[in-house]
């Protein structure tokens, strides 16, 4: 049964207070003092869910927390060979990481439309905020550990990372509730496209771009076949990481996108990730980039800058298979839920995702949402491309559904 109520309630505080600190941005980790209350605050949050099962819930561990747990567990073992002082970041964040997804395992099954409305509410203040600042502020709040110009979500790379699984939640949530997509999440689109134009980040303006053209298609066609997208995501890695020797690519680099041919210095991280990977190929090197950093310069040093390289110098070839499966499992699960809107809206979502990732380092926060959503697609309604074109207001199925007003 499917529970949908306008109506605020203490739990719904509840919610938000326990999924805020999740939504990791950039700003509240580049200041000092509230970085660190951020810090314990996602903590504190994470410690929270794991005694509510615990001790409550008590919630039987399906095989795909199960996988989870083995992700996490090669990073502490490989930790403990190779970096020892990394042990208590890996544990911060395996607390964190783990406790989050079990936190939306629970959450789908009592109360799904909660989830994703606390949720959205959460990413939408982040999106029009940050763009707001951005007009107040055009030089950027303040100054990254390397000197680039920041705003609310960070600096012109970083902000993708939160707005478009932002914009994934808020679809969903839009759908279930209207049986539509709403105007203001098209505004939300649209003022994060201008917010990337004005910072020019162009892989995260074709992703953006990307997404939204897909989009229309799954709405009003049906989802695209899992495996093309998933093929897409490997085409675009073999574009990236082999085709930048090609001269014709170099010169579309160059002169239209107005980038250097090696992507800002992107391409001499790679060769030197991979020179690791080749030395310590089976569980890498242990932790988080207290190897694995690269001098460029006599000032900096700098991570591979792509989190597909960064797992396998921190886990090896074990820790990115498993990161591997956790994926393929989540796409595959458009397989039995072929005309679903709401996996089709989060597949093609995390694949816009996974293709920015290859040039950048990030951390999973928000793409373990996304892939905890799909995993649990079940709890969701069957809610086809056609239900949508009908215009019901509300999309009840061969649901029950009870409206609190």
């Known amino acids: 049964m499917l529970k949908i109520s306008d109506k605020y309630s203490l739990s719904t505080f509840v919610y938000f207070i326990i999924l805020f600190p999740f939504i990791q941005q950039r700003t509240l980790e580049e200041l000092p003092r509230i970085a660190t209350l951020y810090k314990a605050a996602t903590l504190l949050a994470a410690m929270c869910v794991i005694f509510y099962v615990m001790i409550y819930d008590r919630i039987r561990i399906k095989k795909d927390i199960w996988v989870f747990l083995i992700f996490w567990g090669i990073y502490f073992v490989s930790s403990c060979l190779n970096s020892q002082r990394s042990i208590p970041r890996v544990l911060y964040n395996a607390i964190v990481l783990l406790s989050l997804v079990l936190f939306i395992y629970i959450s789908v099954k009592k109360d799904l439309y909660k989830l994703l409305r606390v949720l959205s509410y959460i990413y939408a203040a982040f999106i029009y905020l940050n763009f707001l600042l951005d007009?107040?502020?055009?030089?950027?709040?303040?100054?990254?550990?390397?000197?680039?110009?920041?705003?609310?979500?960070?600096?012109?790379?970083?902000?993708?990372?939160?707005?478009?699984?932002?914009?994934?939640?808020?679809?969903?949530?839009?759908?279930?509730?209207?049986?539509?997509?709403?105007?203001?999440?098209?505004?939300?689109?649209?003022?994060?496209?201008?917010?990337?134009?004005?910072?020019?980040?162009?892989?995260?303006?074709?992703?953006?771009?990307?997404?939204?053209?897909?989009?229309?298609?799954?709405?009003?066609?049906?989802?695209?076949?899992?495996?093309?997208?998933?093929?897409?995501?490997?085409?675009?890695?073999?574009?990236?990481?082999?085709?930048?020797?090609?001269?014709?690519?170099?010169?579309?680099?160059?002169?239209?996108?107005?980038?250097?041919?090696?992507?800002?210095?992107?391409?001499?991280?790679?060769?030197?990730?991979?020179?690791?990977?080749?030395?310590?190929?089976?569980?890498?090197?242990?932790?988080?980039?207290?190897?694995?950093?690269?001098?460029?310069?006599?000032?900096?040093?700098?991570?591979?800058?792509?989190?597909?390289?960064?797992?396998?110098?921190?886990?090896?070839?074990?820790?990115?298979?498993?990161?591997?499966?956790?994926?393929?499992?989540?796409?595959?699960?458009?397989?039995?839920?072929?005309?679903?809107?709401?996996?089709?809206?989060?597949?093609?979502?995390?694949?816009?995702?996974?293709?920015?990732?290859?040039?950048?380092?990030?951390?999973?926060?928000?793409?373990?949402?996304?892939?905890s959503f799909m995993l649990n697609i079940d709890s969701f309604p069957d809610t086809t491309a056609k239900t949508l074109k009908s215009g019901h207001r509300r999309i009840l199925g061969d649901l029950s559904v009870r409206t609190c007003r």
């Open 135 to 371: 007009i107040v502020f055009p030089h950027g709040l303040y100054r990254t550990s390397g000197y680039h110009a920041a705003h609310l979500l960070g600096d012109d790379n970083a902000v993708i990372y939160v707005a478009l699984p932002g914009l994934v939640v808020m679809i969903c949530y839009s759908i279930m509730k209207y049986g539509r997509i709403t105007w203001h999440i098209w505004l939300a689109a649209l003022i994060t496209e201008i917010s990337l134009l004005r910072v020019w980040s162009v892989s995260a303006m074709a992703m953006l771009t990307m997404f939204l053209v897909m989009l229309i298609y799954v709405i009003n066609i049906g989802n695209i076949d899992y495996r093309l997208l998933l093929g897409g995501v490997l085409f675009a890695m073999a574009v990236c990481l082999f085709g930048l020797s090609n001269s014709h690519v170099q010169a579309f680099i160059v002169n239209v996108l107005h980038k250097d041919a090696t992507l800002s210095g992107r391409t001499i991280l790679w060769a030197g990730a991979l020179k690791m990977i080749g030395q310590k190929p089976l569980l890498g090197y242990g932790g988080y980039y207290e190897y694995g950093r690269f001098n460029t310069s006599k000032l900096y040093t700098y991570s591979c800058h792509t989190p597909y390289l960064q797992l396998m110098i921190d886990g090896g070839i074990l820790l990115f298979a498993v990161f591997v499966l956790i994926t393929f499992r989540a796409f595959r699960q458009m397989k039995n839920k072929k005309r679903n809107v709401y996996i089709g809206v989060m597949a093609i979502g995390l694949t816009c995702m996974m293709i920015n990732y290859i040039t950048e380092q990030v951390r999973f926060y928000h793409f373990f949402i996304i892939i």
